[in-house]
Nanobody, 121 residues
Framework: QVQLAESGGGLVQAGGSLRLSCAAS????????MGWYRQAPGKQRELVAS???????NYADSVKGRFTISRDNAKNTVYLQMNSLKPEDTAVYYC???????????????WGQGTQVTVSS
């Protein structure tokens, strides 16, 4: 059993910062792709940022220069540092990870429960 637990969401004024964390726990052999998605009301879920096992990163154009994704492999944790937040960043943010289970040696995609980020103008 593998679980992802997110934390760090909340309410912030425009221009402010938040840091999201997502910790994986359970029977883990290795973690490959880790990413953050978001879904605003009435919109499709979109990829915000991702980081591969070799630490290569990818960002949505809308967050480049403002958000930074990083990972701590020793803690099986991925972070999203969000600076210069805008009201249009308001959404539920979801963590996603492709994890190889230690028990089966098979890779599965896992999702966190989501954390609300609200940016007021």
């Amino acid at each position: 059993q593998v679980q992802l637990a997110e934390s760090g969401g909340g309410l912030v004024q425009a221009g402010g910062s938040l840091r999201l964390s997502c910790a994986a726990s359970g029977s883990i052999a290795s973690i490959n792709f880790m990413g953050w998605y978001r879904q605003a009301p009435g919109k499709q879920r979109e990829l915000v940022a991702s980081i591969a096992s070799g630490d290569s990163t990818n960002y949505a154009d809308s967050v480049k220069g403002r958000f930074t994704i990083s990972r701590d492999n020793a803690k099986n944790t991925v972070y999203l540092q969000m600076n210069s937040l805008k009201p249009e960043d308001t959404a539920v943010y979801y963590c996603n990870a492709y994890i190889v289970q230690a028990t089966s040696n098979r890779q599965f995609s896992y999702w966190g429960q989501g954390t609300q980020v609200t940016v007021s103008s």
